[in-house]
């Protein structure tokens, strides 16, 4: 049997206080894990673009953990290939970043997504 963590953080997740804590995590995975960013959370943002940069920044400079995003912003307007592609990325990852932005957008766009089923598992 594997064992699975789930972190749940409030505001703030890439601020240089939580650095010890995203390492401590990363650092239960062993050497190099694939380590992704779900932009779901912050896609209806303008600025969508900008948070993704800055979160990869984060994690590969503050965090020393090369991230890929995976982009899912609006599901309505995803492809089917574009949607598979994101629950293979989440399948395939040994660690999920999911954040900052809304969580309730969050929900109501994965809704019809097997995403919260694979998170979950």
Do not use: C
Not at 69 to 91: H, K, N, Y
Request: glycine share 6%.
């Amino acid at each position: 049997m594997s064992s699975h963590l789930l972190v749940v953080m409030g505001s703030g997740e890439t601020t240089p206080t939580m650095v010890t804590p995203h390492q401590r995590v990363l650092a239960t995975l062993g050497d190099a894990p694939r380590a992704v960013l779900l932009d779901t959370p912050y896609g209806f943002q303008e600025n969508a673009d900008d948070l993704s940069a800055k979160s990869v920044e984060y994690f590969r400079h503050n965090v020393g953990t090369p991230v890929d995003v995976v982009s899912l912003r609006r599901v309505q307007d995803a492809t089917s290939v574009e949607i598979e592609r994101a629950q293979t990325a989440v399948t395939d990852a040994d660690w999920v970043f999911v954040g900052p932005g809304s969580p309730s957008y969050l929900v109501q766009q994965l809704a019809a997504t097997r995403i919260p089923q694979l998170l979950r598992e």
